[in-house]
């Protein structure tokens, strides 16, 4: 099974989410995306901003190295290749997502928190990523 993790600008919660997938199922893969990524068009493609830089050492504390990760945008391709598309906010889905794959987490944006928030957002992502795991593998 291939799942598909989507927030706003794939800087944060979704590479996370991805991250934690990958290191905890044995049988199945995820990628992730933005599905507003193409909004802030200087990360395309680049190394992690400050912010996401954050992000990089609350992951390398769960011995997870995300510091060659660049954002990605959510494309038609990503969406029909996925079998589940957990989405990790409460924006609007471009129209060539099936909603019938969605599953909605309502994760709160990791931006200008401090690291002590930051943490335990992860720490939220882990939990439900470790029940989505026990749920399919």
């Known amino acids: 099974m291939k799942v598909l993790f989507v927030c706003k600008a794939n800087v944060g919660r979704s590479q996370i989410a991805e991250a934690f997938f ?18 802030y068009p200087s990360r395309i493609g680049k190394k992690l901003t400050k912010h996401a830089l954050d ?4 992951m390398k504390e769960e011995g997870i190295n995300l510091s060659q990760k660049s954002p990605k945008q ?3 391709k990503m969406a029909d290749e996925a079998d589940k598309i957990i989405v990790l906010h409460v924006e609007k889905l471009p129209d060539f997502v099936d909603m ?3 599953i909605r987490w309502d994760i709160q944006d990791l931006y200008r928190m401090t690291p002590e928030d930051q943490r335990k957002l992860r720490d939220q992502i882990k939990k439900k990523v470790l029940e989505l795991v026990k749920e399919i593998g």
């Not at 990958?22 to 193409?38: D, E, L, R, T, W």
Request: glycine fraction near 8%.
């Open 100 to 102: 019938k794959k969605v």
């Open 74 to 76: 959510l494309t038609k």
């Open 22 to 39: 990958n290191k905890f199922s044995k049988k199945n893969k995820a990628v992730s995306s933005g599905s507003h990524a193409v909004d």
């Open 55 to 58: 992000i990089v050492g609350i």
